[in-house]
């Protein structure tokens, strides 16, 4: 299946993925209630939504920045049945980085 014109870089979402995922113990002898509580941890990634189907989604949280979407890091395939919901996260364009820099601190060459 050829997926490539469904990565144009300019139509694939950036998302907030929130998800199931199983959560070990740390081996120890544990009173039987506090195994029956025992709960799946909730996790979230955010990142491009690169492939969301009947059988996964997954998410890239790098990429490099050209006109053609061809190459891609740090992603994680999560099963579509672990999934709790999908964001859709609005990009601002707009937004100058110094606003995010700590005070005190610039993001100059010297």
Not at 44 to 50: A, I, K, R, S
Not at 64 to 76: K, N, Q, S
Request: charged content about 25%.
């Amino acid at each position: 299946m050829d997926l490539m014109p469904q990565l144009n870089p300019e139509i694939v979402p950036m998302v907030r993925l929130t998800w199931l995922d199983a959560q070990d113990s740390d081996g120890s002898w544990t009173d039987i209630q506090d195994i029956l509580d025992h709960e799946c941890a909730v996790c979230q990634e955010v990142g491009w939504l690169v492939l969301n189907d009947s059988k996964k989604v997954i998410v890239m949280r790098s990429r490099i920045v050209a006109e053609e979407l061809l190459e891609g890091g740090a992603y994680i395939a999560i099963p579509h049945s672990w999934v709790i919901k999908i964001e859709e996260l609005i990009i601002n364009e707009e937004t100058d980085f110094n606003e995010f820099a700590p005070s005190g601190s610039s993001n100059t060459s010297q």
